[in-house]
């Protein structure tokens, strides 16, 4: 084996600058009309990442009211009612209009294509289509707030969603509703894509692992959504109509409720989180220049937490009333689906194994990933024990654990993705000191915030409570999760400064900054050609092959002055195949 | 402005809080365990494997079967084992020891309201004797709320409609937090409570003293107004349900044994939960040998009218 293959692949054209491509996909037009009517999946992508960045800001700032009211063991900040309308808020802003089409809507959208080889999305259309479903739900979650919001916490419990709350349950519902119809019509968008639209060559197994990841998304987007979408119709109906399906005074039963809402629910965890590893899996391959270990395993296990998790939504009712054989079933299930996370985490570690690794900062952000997700993991198995759950359910330590897992994973596997991806997007370089420091900060905060919140979730601080005044003893922790939540947010305001920067004043990225193997890196320039290829690509080898060098044209910036002395630039000439 | 005692640890005042720590500080060192393990090995070869290093990267392997299997069993292993201690907690939490005292909980939109096998009742405080099994037989007259006490590592959903039932048993005498873990609403925060473990002797002078003699329950409400038999009375369940000893329309309540025969052949137990069904939806489970036509008393009866007319008729088969 020869040791210096990885090197050649770092091929480094330093005597040439990088140069913005004549026609790319961002200036084939500049008016309105050309992005509001746009079909290119780019432009889409743009779209749906300007209107998530917006709501992941809005979702914050109730984040901050709940951590500033929290401060101080009495409610005195807001009122009980504002404060039981700001965490639903958070909550629902969080999770349907940030979370679940966070990395599908804007990376899946832009990647999935350029990846396989298409030239756009099989339904162009539909996909414009769930651009406008998605805006109108947001148009309608921000009326509800506007409006004085709704206060029954995101999962829309009967009955008291149905017969107590006041707030617009309703016009929330709805909102949920297009959401999710949103996030249907981008799941059979991808499944139709990644099966009939791969390039010659491009069998399942040379798949990137992101695109798996989506996959596996998808089957579970377009499964679990409409049973959602139908359980929340039936709260509207029962609230509306006052026929009886989940109010026992009306002769329903309140845990049917719970059982269809988290049979969608609990899957769209992993909605959340599986196009996350997938980002993790591209990353870490790149910046260590080696090709992901245990590929098949990698690829099954996203296929394996799709299916077996539809089958461990019980683990959120333990104490529901459920029988106790359904729970003990439930939870067995449940450890199960664990494997495969921890499949993932051993073979990401395993890729660094000999690998050239560069810790550029999309890799900081990864490697904080898995940090964090192990975390969310050892505790999501604490969770899943009936034993210790009984004590810890709907207490701060599920809090804090499923933070790990939408934060700590699912946010910052897409800050890794904007950070991996923004060269390619915007053909545009940002500082990669600023970019280091944010991932830094973040993780630091991050952990201040969630890990004092363990401890009080165990001393048995309940979820959504404004006052604890009964236990002031528990202030301190409380405080210290505030003061976390400050760097927090420091880690992800920092982003929107440089990157905004970069965008006018950035180093031209050129095709390939990163020596990275994959069609998009090594096929299609910076930013894409609006049909993102100039002829079809033929793919003649498996995914992270790098141990051959990169096709194309590479600007390569991670190359220490040791290296540059050692290793002649080779031109991008010579190494294209 | 803090207080400086920084608290670590909740009180451990039940049988069952051993138990849940030490599995659940089980389960988080033996995931720390691995988790230390891999973070270690990747920071070693970030270290190790720096680009800028000249480390033997010779012979890299990007597959390896056994590798993966033995990574996928050893967890597989562990996550059964943890099942099985876990399960075996659980299975203990749901099922009461026979000598179980049982007090009855409703949950209401934003009090505890707490009735004692004697008939005292109060509000958002809960006296119980120490070293004896309490079983809880709890129900809402609203929306869902949740059972706490963070002391005992117990919690269990309180539902409007049905029974729910969950036991503790007290190791330390002292007041323990009793809070609702289920968001009920504006005053979700408030439905807070005590509960007050006392010895057994203590608890019995505070039972015949009633709450009046105690300040602690002022709040609680004017001692019960009718009696079980009254009730039994005047909402006519007498007409049918004989307690003479006299064939009715409906079932002998003074007979039952155990179980009940249904018309289906099947048989239920003869339980709180079966009783309270048995009044508001009386088609659900019919006694075999008798007719469908009793009506039902949705809306007629409160849940603490339903609990006096259980235990009115718990007594007549002797208390059980």
């Given at each position: 084996m020869n040791t210096n293959i990885t090197s050649v692949s770092q091929t480094h054209s330093g005597t040439e600058a990088a140069k913005m491509p004549e026609q790319h996909y961002l200036n084939a037009g500049y008016d309105l009309k050309s992005w509001l009517l746009t079909t290119d999946h780019k432009r889409i992508a743009v779209l749906y990442f300007i209107l998530i960045t917006f709501f992941f800001f809005v979702g914050g700032l109730f984040a901050a009211l709940i951590r500033l009211e929290l401060v101080t063991p009495k409610g005195d900040l807001l009122t009980a009612d504002v404060y039981n309308r700001v965490f639903t808020a958070h909550g629902a802003v969080m999770i349907f209009l940030f979370l679940i089409p966070s990395i599908p809507a804007t990376f899946g959208n832009f990647l999935i294509p350029l990846m396989i080889g298409a030239r756009d999305l099989a339904f162009p259309r539909l996909n414009l289509l769930s651009w406008y479903v998605y805006a109108l739900s947001s148009i309608l979650f921000v009326t509800v707030v506007l409006l004085g919001g709704v206060d029954t916490g995101w999962t829309f419990y009967a009955p008291l969603s149905t017969s107590f709350a006041n707030g617009y349950v309703v016009l929330t519902i709805v909102a949920a509703f297009f959401a999710g119809f949103s996030s249907i019509f981008t799941?059979?968008?991808?499944?139709?894509?990644?099966?009939?639209?791969?390039?010659?060559?491009?069998?399942?197994?040379?798949?990137?692992?992101?695109?798996?990841?989506?996959?596996?998304?998808?089957?579970?987007?377009?499964?679990?959504?409409?049973?959602?979408?139908?359980?929340?119709?039936l709260i509207a109906v029962e609230r509306v109509f006052r026929i009886g399906i989940f109010d026992p005074a009306l002769g329903g039963d309140p845990i049917l409720f719970q059982h269809l809402f988290w049979f969608y629910s609990h899957p769209a965890v992993y909605i959340m989180v599986l196009p996350g590893m997938g980002v993790i899996s591209e990353v870490i391959g790149c910046f260590s220049r080696k090709r992901v270990f245990g590929y098949k395993f990698i690829a099954f296990s996203s296929m394996a937490i799709a299916l077996v998790g539809f089958l461990v939504w019980g683990h959120h009712m333990y104490v529901s009333g459920q029988s106790v054989y359904a729970g003990m079933v439930f939870s067995l299930i449940t450890y199960v689906v664990a494997i495969p996370s921890a499949i993932k985490v051993f073979n990401w570690?395993?890729?660094?194994?000999?690998?050239?690794?560069?810790?550029?900062?999309?890799?900081?952000?990864?490697?904080?990933?898995?940090?964090?997700?192990?975390?969310?993991?050892?505790?999501?198995?604490?969770?899943?024990?009936?034993?210790?759950?009984?004590h810890l359910h709907d207490t701060y330590f599920v809090v804090a654990h499923?933070?790990?897992?939408?934060?700590?994973?699912?946010?910052?596997?897409?800050?890794?993705?904007?950070?991996?991806w923004w060269p390619k997007i915007t053909g545009r370089m940002y500082s990669e000191f600023f970019g280091k420091l944010a991932a830094i900060i973040t993780f630091i905060g991050f952990n201040l915030?969630?890990?004092?919140?363990?401890?009080?979730?165990?001393?048995?601080?309940?979820?959504?409570?404004?006052?604890?005044?009964?236990?002031?003893?528990?202030?301190?922790?409380?405080?210290?999760?505030?003061?976390?939540?400050?760097v927090l947010a420091v880690g992800f305001a920092l982003p929107v400064f440089y990157l905004t920067y970069s965008l006018i004043y950035g180093e031209i990225a050129g095709q390939n900054p990163w020596g990275a193997k994959g069609l998009e890196w090594e096929e299609a320039s910076s930013p894409p050609a609006k049909f993102n290829f100039d002829k079809m690509p033929i793919v003649n080898q498996e995914a992270y092959a790098y141990d051959t060098p990169a096709r194309g044209q590479t600007h390569f910036r991670g190359v220490t002055s040791r290296e540059s002395l050692s290793i002649p630039p080779t031109s991008a000439e010579t190494s294209h195949i | 402005m803090f207080d400086l005692d920084i608290p670590f640890f909740p009180e451990q005042a039940s049988t069952i809080a051993v138990l849940t720590d030490v599995f659940t500080?089980?389960?988080?060192?033996?995931?720390?365990?691995?988790?230390?393990?891999?973070?270690?090995?990747?920071?070693?070869?970030?270290?190790r494997y720096n680009h800028d290093t000249t480390a033997d990267r010779t012979n890299p392997v990007d597959e390896h079967t056994t590798l993966e299997l033995t990574w996928?069993?050893?967890?597989?292993?562990?996550?059964?084992?943890?099942?099985?201690?876990?399960?075996?907690?659980?299975y203990n939490l749901y099922n009461p020891p026979s000598n179980a005292i049982n007090m009855y909980v409703i949950g209401k939109q934003w009090m505890w309201k707490i009735q004692h096998p004697d008939g005292q009742r109060e509000v958002n405080t809960l006296h119980m004797p120490v070293n004896q099994p309490i079983k809880l037989t709890m129900t809402s007259e609203d929306v869902i709320h949740s059972f706490y006490v963070p002391a005992f590592r117990i919690k269990q959903d309180v539902l409007p409609g049905r029974f729910t039932v969950m036991w503790f048993e007290a190791t330390q005498t002292g007041e323990h937090l009793l809070l609702c873990a289920e968001f009920c609403g504006t005053e979700h925060s408030f439905m807070v409570g005590?509960?007050?473990?006392?010895?057994?002797?203590?608890?019995?002078?505070?039972?015949r003293e009633g709450q009046t003699a105690l300040g602690a329950n002022a709040a609680a409400p004017a001692g019960q107004t009718i009696s079980g038999d009254a009730l039994f009375t005047q909402k006519g369940c007498v007409t049918c349900h004989k307690i003479d000893g006299t064939q009715g329309l409906g079932p002998n309540l003074k007979a039952v044994g155990t179980q009940v025969e249904l018309d289906t052949g099947d048989k239920v137990d003869y339980n709180e939960e079966y009783m309270r069904e048995s009044m508001i939806n009386p088609q659900a489970k019919i006694a075999k040998g008798f007719s469908n036509i009793m009506p039902t008393y949705q809306g007629q009866l409160s849940e603490e009218e339903i609990i006096l007319l259980i235990e009115y008729v718990k007594l007549l088969n002797g208390g059980k």
């Open positions: 799941g059979i968008n991808f499944i139709a894509t990644i099966h009939k639209m791969r390039a010659p060559g491009m069998t399942w197994f040379r798949l990137p692992l992101y695109v798996w990841g989506h996959y596996a998304t998808s089957l579970i987007i377009i499964l679990g959504t409409p049973v959602v979408a139908i359980a929340l119709i570690t395993a890729t660094m194994y000999k690998g050239t690794i560069y810790l550029q900062t999309p890799m900081i952000y990864a490697l904080s990933f898995i940090g964090l997700f192990i975390i969310g993991g050892i505790t999501g198995v604490v969770l899943a024990s009936m034993a210790a759950d009984v499923f933070h790990y897992v939408m934060v700590g994973s699912a946010v910052t596997a897409y800050l890794a993705a904007v950070h991996f915030t969630f890990l004092p919140q363990f401890v009080v979730g165990y001393l048995g601080m309940p979820r959504r409570y404004y006052d604890y005044s009964f236990a002031p003893e528990w202030q301190i922790w409380h405080a210290a999760s505030t003061l976390g939540s400050t | 500080f089980g389960v988080i060192g033996l995931g720390l365990i691995i988790g230390i393990i891999v973070v270690i090995l990747m920071i070693s070869f970030v270290v996928s069993f050893i967890p597989l292993v562990l996550v059964l084992s943890i099942f099985v201690w876990s399960a075996n907690i659980y005590k509960v007050i473990v006392m010895e057994p002797d203590e608890y019995e002078k505070w039972l």
